[in-house]
């Protein structure tokens, strides 16, 4: 005998899965991935690939012989937190150092909490921030390439400071912000098409602002929250260069270095772990530009975003509950 199930409207469907958002996002990436290849060769390769193999391997143990759960590697988010995390770190961190990377990401951010969709904080930068304050030396040694098709790719690429640690060590030097940009040789330019050192993801600005369009014509992610993260940045900070421009820097330079893009566009978007309205979305990327700001301005750490990440992520729950959708047929 048929049952009829009876269900509340509405009654909606959609050709969308986990599996078909999370191939977008991997499509998405991939200018990021290509372009930090050719910058760092194969050791960004050998990163990438540890990272990723890693992620998979450890959600399919723990999926299947810890919650005993159906495997869910097939939906492809922990090839994203792979890719991500690896994005996330210098060309140079050891294979074994990625690999606790990835345990934290997979085990502890995310299958802690029940797996995808029930993590609190990016798993991905649970990663990252774990083994930038365990492992400094590592997380703090950066490779800065000659330039997109130099000599600098690969084995050829020699040590130096980004432009944010740069600019954090010369001002307490008592150097100005122009002498300390012209004393680098940085440009505008240089920081939206080249490397100019820092994680492996941050080597060309232009691959993350094409994942970033391309998300936005497939529709996987919502632009306000990502924007008012980069309009926050560029307002509070504008504000502090016309007050001192000798002591802060200008909002173009905050906008593209560190890894501002990268964690704007990938992970404060993240489903999971930002808020489900418009008015929580905004508050949420305000908080993130905000905080980025403070720490890079005011704090010990020369880059705040995925610390500002972060801690917007434990704000979430709170700003699901203050602000809300309007439900169908509700004025």
């Not at 998979?56 to 097939?74: A, C, S």
């Not at 130096?160 to 307490?172: D, F, N, Q, S, Y």
């Amino acid at each position: 005998m048929n049952r009829l199930i009876v269900s509340p409207s509405p009654h909606l469907h959609a050709e969308v899965s986990v599996r078909s958002l999370m191939l977008d996002v991997v499509i998405a990436l991939l200018p990021a991935v290509v372009v930090s290849v050719i910058f760092y060769g194969l050791r960004e390769l050998s990163v990438l690939a540890v990272s990723v193999i890693s992620c998979v391997l450890l959600e399919y143990l723990i999926t299947k012989y810890l919650l005993k759960k159906q495997n869910t590697t097939g939906d492809l988010s922990a090839v994203v937190t792979g890719i991500l995390l690896a994005l996330n770190l210098p060309a140079t961190t050891p294979w074994w150092i990625v690999f606790i990377g990835s345990v934290v990401a997979i085990g502890v951010a995310k299958m802690t909490f029940g797996g995808i969709g029930q993590n609190v904080f990016n798993p991905a930068l649970t990663g990252r921030v774990f083994l930038l304050i365990s492992f400094p030396k590592y997380l703090t040694r950066w490779e800065i390439p000659t330039g997109l098709f130099g000599k600098g790719m690969g084995t050829d690429a020699v040590s130096g400071a980004t432009p944010l640690t740069a600019i954090k060590e010369g001002l307490m030097q008592g150097s100005s912000v122009h002498d300390i940009m012209t004393a680098h040789g940085y440009s505008y330019g240089q920081m939206l098409f080249s490397n100019i050192g820092g994680s492996a993801g941050e080597a060309c600005a232009i691959a993350i602002i094409i994942g970033f369009v391309y998300l936005l014509l497939r529709k996987v992610i919502k632009p306000y929250i990502t924007l008012s993260i980069l309009g926050t940045v560029a307002i509070v900070s504008c504000l502090f260069w016309l007050g001192d421009p000798s002591r802060f820097t200008d909002p173009l330079f905050n906008l593209l270095t560190g890894g501002l893009l990268l964690g704007s566009t990938f992970m404060a978007t993240d489903y999971a772990t930002s808020p489900m309205s418009i008015k929580g979305g905004l508050i949420f990327g305000i908080g993130i530009g905000f905080i980025t700001l403070m720490i890079r301005y005011f704090g010990s750490y020369p880059e705040g975003v995925s610390f500002a990440i972060l801690i917007m992520n434990s704000l979430v729950p709170l700003l699901n509950r203050w602000f809300k959708q309007k439900k169908y047929g509700r004025a």
